[in-house]
């Protein structure tokens, strides 16, 4: 019998657990990419990447592919894509793997855009920001100093008064609590991606009393979401051979 095919919408650590897990236990799995990341940390199966061309597009590519179960996997903000998954699944089953957001602590901002963050950091603020490149020019003109901190490049000049760092989590929290006080971060800038690889800076502004403005994700379709690869895969067994 033909390996059940599996389309993983990725772009996250946790997808590619999960094509690691899902190509262990024999299905047939190709991991997506948006293609925005120039060195992807690549998964094991199949990899395809950049955009299906919206619902239609990602409706065609399930159908043509014969794609048995489509798991989204995205990152908790990438609300465009989980949307196109629910509207282009039709009688495909959808399933969703997300880490559940960090529980709100001391200290918080809690914020619903990029845009309201940047007005919650005070002109004066010395902040480390940690949301990516593509939505960093704000706060560049909002604050003269600060830090800001993404994996890839942003090709983009930065204002002398700002750091860009360019790392990869996991972080631990006494690296997090040595470049907070190096840099005299006065307030962390998070969007709220849950999991351990990064929750270090979250533990480090509470253990230094920094105010922390924490972008909460957006609102996405409801369909069946689990925390783990392991809950993913116990669910397939469950849906296709049971
Ligand atoms: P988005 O706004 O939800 O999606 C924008 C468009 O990008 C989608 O309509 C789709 O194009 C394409 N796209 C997104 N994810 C895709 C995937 N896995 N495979 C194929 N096409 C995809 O997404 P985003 O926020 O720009 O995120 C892009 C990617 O980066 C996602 O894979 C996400 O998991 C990852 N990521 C995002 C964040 C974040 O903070 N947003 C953080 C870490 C990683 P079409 O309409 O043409 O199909």
């Known amino acids: ?48 990447r950049g955009g299906f061309g919206g619902v239609e597009g990602l409706r065609e590519y399930l159908k043509v592919q014969s794609i048995r179960v489509l798991i989204d996997a995205t990152h908790p903000f990438a609300a465009q894509m989980s949307r196109h998954a629910a509207e282009a699944a039709g009688d495909v089953p959808l ?11 001391p200290g918080w901002i809690i914020v619903h855009s990029i845009a309201e963050a940047v007005v919650a ?7 480390l920001v940690t949301i990516g490149r593509k939505e960093i020019a704000a706060f560049l ?7 800001a ?4 490049n942003p090709d983009m000049e930065f204002p002398p008064g700002w750091t860009l760092l360019q790392a990869r989590p996991p ?47 957006p609102a996405k379709p409801g369909v069946p979401t ?10 397939l067994r469950r849906l296709l051979y049971s």
């Open 171 to 217: 972080f631990t929290e006494n690296d997090e609590i040595a470049l907070m006080r190096q840099h005299r971060i006065t307030h962390l800038v998070s969007k709220n991606s849950g999991g351990s690889a990064t929750q270090a800076k979250i533990t480090a502004a509470r253990a230094l009393r920094l105010p922390v403005i924490m972008v909460a994700r």
């Open 1 to 48: 019998m033909p390996a059940e095919r599996i389309l993983i919408l990725g772009g996250t650590g946790l997808a590619r657990e999960l094509a690691d897990r899902l190509v262990a236990e024999s299905y047939d799995v190709e991991t997506s990419l948006a293609g925005v990341t120039e060195h992807p940390h690549l998964p094991p199966g199949r990899i395809r």
């Open 226 to 235: 689990f925390a783990t690869a392991e809950e993913i895969s116990s669910s």
């Open 95 to 105: 399933l969703r793997l997300e880490l559940p957001p960090w529980p709100a602590g």
């Open 121 to 127: 950091l005070p002109p004066a603020a010395i902040p």
């Open 149 to 152: 901190r993404m994996i890839e």
């Open 141 to 147: 003109t909002h604050t003269k100093t600060g830090v």
